[in-house]
């Protein structure tokens, strides 16, 4: 038999590429017709969207989509929650339609409706002899036509995504639904049960569940927010099984995986284990300190951080984990060896000019890699970058719409209208001021060709810190320190802006000819670096297939499928961790102090053990979380985890701290934790009564 | 078949009853005679010993013991470390008898010789009408009577123990060794791996063991240090066993456990439960809390006053354990329940006098728990309490010794100096009156009739703090502050103590005629309750026969022995705990920090994988720690853990935070950690090449 890929259960494919895989899906369990599984217009996959930076599916013909608690905290929880009425300690259920609530400005759910190859339409034009900033202008060129072409009405996004580090190209096309609305979310107390203690931990109890209705025009066009709006009615959806999962059943999870970096040089690894992890580590850390000293209760501003400050926390435990994952799973030594392995291919089988190619890319690598430092302590002022980023789109503003630069089109300034209005709550001057202060003072401490000069000598970096204080102060005393006046400068027109006496934006104008100038270097680099690299990529790809194995592109943002099994883990010497978690648990891990706090009404509903159709005998209980083998990473958060008959028996939500290494190499220790359909139910059931819902649903028992 | 007990595994037994046990330590995989357990003279029992406060057990013909890390730290490790000599850093190994290292003062080893039930010589003069406070004289005069006649030499240490509340009482006699040496101590990092952190937790991966040596006169009698001294030679020692225990396999601790709580009445229970846990762990955090505040690393008082911090979170873990395993095991449900079957036994069954007896035992128990919280927050200076035990010696000195308290007989006062000594490196007068001001405003704040009246009168209780705090200022201001000036205070008579004009010994004075009312009260109550808790036990032991079960006496200090099997648990809902750990698991846990900071070196020899003679299969490596199911409490560390051969398997050193609750009930999820005997080898043999110590021991392979 073929091994068509590297292990038994690794890859996030794309849906075209299952077909090829289905000897290996049967052995995984899959009983159904791998066909049905690569057409983005049929069951399954029709039921499947994305909410931007998390996954979701369908399940009911009127629009009803599941998705992960976490994935709806801000755009629903949020923005509907008032000192009246605190939606995350009480959770929220529409018994009807009509109570539904609305989301958040910009709140949307993706239909992917087409994926096509364009790599020689990205490319056109283009020789491996184009000068690299020639290449970088093409590209762009050829993208922003194709993405015109493309986007033929206001309800379609359509997006060129880069596969295999740009040897492949694809155009993503998808429907834009804009009306979104929350139908049913648990209180915190459930939907995010263990919060930063249990985040990226098992056993986990987590009811990581919410529910919300897609809704359009009558005319199905997709239209904001309206009384007019009907239930927008799905090509297909799941069906939810009230059975689940046993141990070792075939599970597959549809979704948008975020991004993952397998397909690495081996300095760019060394990198990041050696010194990149670390540095970051470094930089969360004291960003973390930064925020609890300069934010207070008082003020607001610690809750305009809260969202910033969990960021940098998530961020720390996952690189964290990462560090200790590659160190526990030998990472640095394992690739060793493979890219030896690799480079002796590559001595006796490439050509003159690959093996160039290949010597080129490493070298670039290595040189940009001591940039990062710096550009890592550069640029961490909101005011300045949002003023910078408003007077560039005054500049743009002033060519025709396809000669802009991508990111100032007139598809854009909606986008950047509501990230200004997002700096609302969570934006103060002065605590973004105290951060700005404290990195420039890292950035003043790097050697001086490394830092931007004409930046520098404008914040009187090579004077004594006391100096750049003074200049910050007087940038921080503009008047566009608050969104409501900062939206004023986004109307104005470059000469507007030009005539601004004001102490930011004469800042900004001082240092704009030298941002451009660092960007198209950085541009022009990257064009080169990407060149190089889908060379790499071929040359790694003929490795792979002298030894009969078969790469799969990182995740980038699309729609993938990922297939394995439900099973345990060890991945602490002593400790087994079984493949399902109990109601029961959650008692046991209630302490009555935050993030364990549950409400005495849940406890007494778990102690009556009313299990109702959701009784799993092997665990004596309704399992709430369960392990399998899936192959995810961040943004599958919400993806339905799905049986061999495409009905949801989870929501896939979160890794494992062990194994979060992952995303640098596939390990097969790694697990995916759901939350399982027969917690869901029974919550529905038995905690909320919430028979709509549940009359809505089509449940397998 | 009788069910002898109430569980299988369940009971810290008494070597005289295990022949009774016979049948179920045979189906516990038990292969020898049992008689050869109950006799302390022979082989295994004669080798096992205590430490005061720890278990060990000899395991050389040559007096060579084998204990806990942790048992040997104060005294032997601390003991012989200074700036230039860190031995916790290094460890220690004596390559040869010359290098060994002697103890603290007042280090001892302890040998039972022999256990006499005395209950009929310790009630002599008693009968059921004896009023209390009588009561209590006779028993401490009938005590010191008999300590008297049994302390034949200075070498021979007797005890008076209570078993069942009193119901029986035994006197031990004990063979005092006071001679005794450091011979092996790993570094830190492996004898106490994962420090708090690891502290009651598995998996577990602490290299939690030490060897010492007990030395003699050359006429065999107990001499304290000196070089003339030779190797003490026990009359049998363990022998070590390379091949270890496998899953399953049947296992045995013998040892000296310190304190249960299994024979409680159920307000006492309920009190602990809903109540004195909770107030506990308020206390104790103030306490680390006050400490952390009060010491600085600069003037040393961090330091002096790590014990008592560590000991303070040792008991806020322990406690917070027990609190959350009374909640998960249902403690207060099931022993209501049992408690409500013992009621309706003692209904149809107790004379009138045995139930009046219980519902006055209820009664006081319910009156003395409401004075426990005053009694916590009371005497919390240890300069005035020990003025005031100085005090009290100088006035006990006036009597004949047999007419003393017991604690101020001629017995006591070596080790009194030795405590005083001790202040020396654990006390400081200015962080002592910061800790008990703080408490002195807990204990302001409870009802009057809760404080000792003079005591409040005194300190100025009733006016603002302010005043309070000028008194204390005051006493503090005293001339004895140091243990140099304390022990002055020990050597004077009590007209010499009465003539001084110092603010503390003033202060101790004025208090000192209350104090003696005081435990004149408690001795008076304690006396009543101990008599009616006997009769309680009496009846518990009608109710346990007429539902075909025995109790047990709880642990007291006193040599016991425990059995059960190697068994790996689950105690968290989603987890398995395997048996075993491995080396692998501890460069799995080594992050380079502290407590996971191994050196390099041992992180390469476990690389090698190097296992020797003690590789073990079905881990695959050596094994580190394992999990059985072993009765055991504080006090047991130390202890051997043995097989049916009577081989040392491993050294029992610590229990589960999750199951730590079984001291108030047997938990069939309870587990004993113990260090693997195959580890301890390997690390002799492989990591430090103690050739010496590998030939002096008898290893089966």
């Not at 529910?211 to 066009?221: C, E, H, M, N, P």
């Not at 059931?685 to 809505?696: G, P, S, T």
Request: aromatic letters at 12%; hydrophobic letters at 35%; one cysteine or more.
């Amino acid at each position: 038999m073929t091994n068509f890929h590297l292990n038994a259960d690794e890859g996030m494919w794309e849906p075209y590429e299952l077909p090829k895989l289905e000897t290996e899906l049967k052995k995984s369990g899959f009983t159904k017709d791998v066909a049905n599984l690569s057409n983005l217009f049929e069951h399954p996959m029709s039921a499947i969207v994305s909410l931007g930076g998390c996954s979701a599916a369908f399940i009911s013909p009127e629009g009803l989509i599941a998705t992960n608690y976490h994935c709806i905290e801000s755009s629903f929880l949020q923005y509907n929650s008032s000192s009246n009425e605190n939606l995350f300690e009480t959770g929220f259920l529409a018994r009807s339609k009509d109570e539904e609530k609305r989301s958040a400005p910009g709140a949307r759910v993706y239909i992917t409706t087409e994926s096509t190859e364009i790599t020689n339409q990205v490319l056109i034009g283009i020789t491996d002899d184009t000068e690299s900033l020639k290449r970088s202008k093409l590209i762009e060129n050829n993208k922003k036509r194709i993405i015109k072409q493309c986007e033929t009405s206001e309800e379609i996004e359509c997006r060129v995504r880069t596969f295999f580090s740009g040897e492949v190209y694809k155009l993503e096309k998808l429907f834009k639904i804009k009306d979104v609305r929350l139908v049913y979310a648990p209180p915190a107390y459930v939907g995010e049960y263990g919060g930063e203690v249990d985040n990226w931990m098992y056993p986990r109890h987590t009811g990581d569940f919410a529910l919300l209705r897609a809704y359009v025009g009558k005319d199905g066009s997709s239209n904001e927010f309206s009384k007019e709006n009907i239930p927008y009615s799905s090509n297909s959806f799941l069906e939810i099984s009230a059975k689940g999962v046993r141990d070792g059943d075939f599970v597959m999870v549809l979704g948008y995986p975020g991004r993952t970096n397998r397909l690495l040089t081996f300095n760019e690894i060394q990198y990041d284990l050696n010194i990149g992890f670390q540095e970051s580590i470094k930089f969360l850390n004291q960003g973390i300190k930064l925020i609890d000293k300069n934010t207070s209760q008082k003020d607001g501003t610690k809750l305009k951080y809260r969202g910033r400050k969990s960021g940098f926390e998530n961020y720390y435990k996952k690189i964290s984990g990462q560090k200790n994952g590659a160190k526990n799973f030998e990472l640095l030594k394992t690739e060793k060896s493979k890219w030896d392995e690799f480079l002796s291919f590559v001595k006796k089988n490439a050509s003159d000019k690959e093996a160039d190619y290949l010597e080129e890319l490493l070298a670039l690598i290595n040189k940009t890699l001591k940039e990062d430092l710096a550009r890592r302590y550069y640029g961490n002022s909101s005011l300045i970058a949002t003023a910078q980023r408003l007077y560039r789109n005054a500049a743009e503003r002033e060519k025709p719409d396809q000669k802009r630069k991508q990111g100032y089109q007139n598809r854009d300034q909606e986008r950047l209208s509501n990230s200004i209005k997002r700096l609302d709550y969570s934006f103060d001057s002065n605590v973004d001021k105290a951060i700005f202060l404290n990195r420039l003072e890292s950035y003043k401490s790097l050697s001086k060709d490394l830092r931007r000069p004409v930046f520098s000598q404008k914040l009187n970096l090579d004077q004594e810190f006391e100096k750049t204080k003074i200049k910050v102060e007087e940038i921080y005393s503009s008047r566009f320190i608050t969104s409501v006046d900062i939206l004023q400068l986004k109307d104005m027109n470059l000469k507007q802006m030009n005539a601004l006496n004001d102490p930011l934006i004469i800042f900004v104008r001082s240092i704009y000819k030298e941002s451009l100038e660092y960007e198209k270097m950085y541009e022009e680099r990257a064009a080169r670096r990407q060149f190089l690299k889908s060379n790499f990529i071929k040359l790694l790809r003929k490795y792979y297939k002298s030894i009969n194995k078969e790469i799969y592109a990182d995740a980038n943002g699309t729609l993938r499928a990922t297939y394995g099994n439900v099973l345990g883990v060890s991945v602490k010497d002593g400790a087994f961790y079984e493949p399902f978690t109990t109601l029961e648990g959650i008692t046991e891990k209630h302490t009555g102090v935050n993030p364990f706090n549950v409400k005495k009404s849940l406890l007494d509903k778990i102690a009556a053990r009313d299990y109702g159709d959701y009784f799993f005998s092997p665990v004596s209980s309704v399992p709430v979380n369960f392990l399998s083998t899936l192959d995810i990473t961040n943004g599958n958060s919400g993806s339905a985890t799905i049986n061999s008959n495409f009905e949801l028996v989870g929501l896939a939500f979160d890794g494992m701290i062990e194994t979060i290494i992952a995303d640098y190499k596939y390990i097969p220790q790694a697990r995916t934790i759901s939350v399982d359909s027969r917690y869901l139910l029974w919550t529905l059931d038995k905690v909320e009564n919430a028979n709509n819902i549940l009359d809505e649903l089509t449940i397998i028992y």
